[in-house]
């Protein structure tokens, strides 16, 4: 894939096409670890900016939200994401919700019955770390899916995120897109080092022996659901300097095309600051 130029907008550069970029190319921004830090940074303060003003709005009785869902491969950096995006705004305005096998109770609902308990409120940005999409990805791959049940929860998800947008939460959605060989790396990384340990799974291996079936999955996953109000995102994660710079990004640009507004105070603004005027120090 061309490299786009650094001007152009983040979102229309790394919106799922015909062709997913290479896992460790930078298709878009910076290209180089030292710079990506810089405009991260950068990207911080605006990201801060903006959020803090989007939970005031909802505060103020706003209904909008923002819902970003992150898919990927084990080691993708999902997780890394969350800790490193997330971690540049205020806690009170996130909504953070990690998805894993279903346990029992939820099997006895619906599929999306879980997903809709762990939506965001307005004003808050949700995130979704793994989501709705693995009850397609892994019976899929597991062979517990039919093409027929498949079909029609692709249908669903497309009405629950259509749902989503008419009651005024934007769904951003990524796929962090790691290489095999990055992977492996990762994964002996992680048993290499004692403190990471608690991250490694033996079963991230039976996974991993169904890369290609995966891969099918997630092109099949980008055609079917990739909607206008919805679009999926592919962000190169062999570099995680990169990977946490683009869904800054990605994040700004959809805050920033919002335009969050404070809401105006419901009192006299010059009332209250002459009333201070007579205010003292308590004794």
Do not use: C
């Amino acid at each position: 894939m061309a490299k786009k130029d650094e001007g152009s907008r983040v979102r229309d550069a790394l919106r799922v096409g015909a062709e997913l970029p290479d896992p460790g190319s930078t298709p878009v921004g910076p290209g180089k670890k030292a710079k990506a830090l810089a405009k991260f940074e950068g990207a911080g303060e605006l990201l801060s900016g903006l959020q803090e003003a989007l939970y005031a709005e909802g505060v103020g009785g706003g209904r909008r939200s923002v819902l970003l869902v992150l898919q990927g491969m084990d080691t993708s950096g999902k997780g890394g994401t969350v800790s490193h995006v997330l971690g540049l705004v205020n806690p009170m305005g996130v909504h953070y919700a990690a998805f894993k096998k279903p346990t029992a109770a939820e099997r006895r609902h619906h599929y999306l019955w879980r997903i809709r308990k762990q939506l965001p409120t307005p004003g808050q940005i949700g995130v979704f770390d793994r989501s709705h999409y693995e009850d397609i990805l892994v019976p899929r791959v597991t062979g517990l899916l039919t093409a027929a049940e498949r079909r029609r929860r692709y249908g669903e998800i497309n009405a629950f995120e259509q749902e989503l947008t008419d009651t005024g939460t934007t769904v951003v959605k990524v796929f962090l897109h790691i290489s095999p060989e990055e992977q492996l790396r990762r994964l002996k990384a992680r048993l290499e080092t004692p403190e990471k340990r608690w991250k490694y799974n033996p079963g991230d291996l039976e996974a991993r022996s169904h890369w290609p079936a995966y891969q099918e999955a997630y092109a099949d996953i980008f055609k079917k659901t990739s909607t206008a109000h919805a679009p999926w995102y592919v962000v190169p994660a062999d570099h995680k300097w990169y990977r946490n710079w683009a869904v800054a990004e990605l994040l700004s640009e959809t805050l920033t095309e919002l335009k969050p507004e404070f809401p105006e105070p419901d009192y006299d603004v010059a009332e209250e600051l002459a009333k201070l005027k007579g205010v003292g120090v308590p004794s």
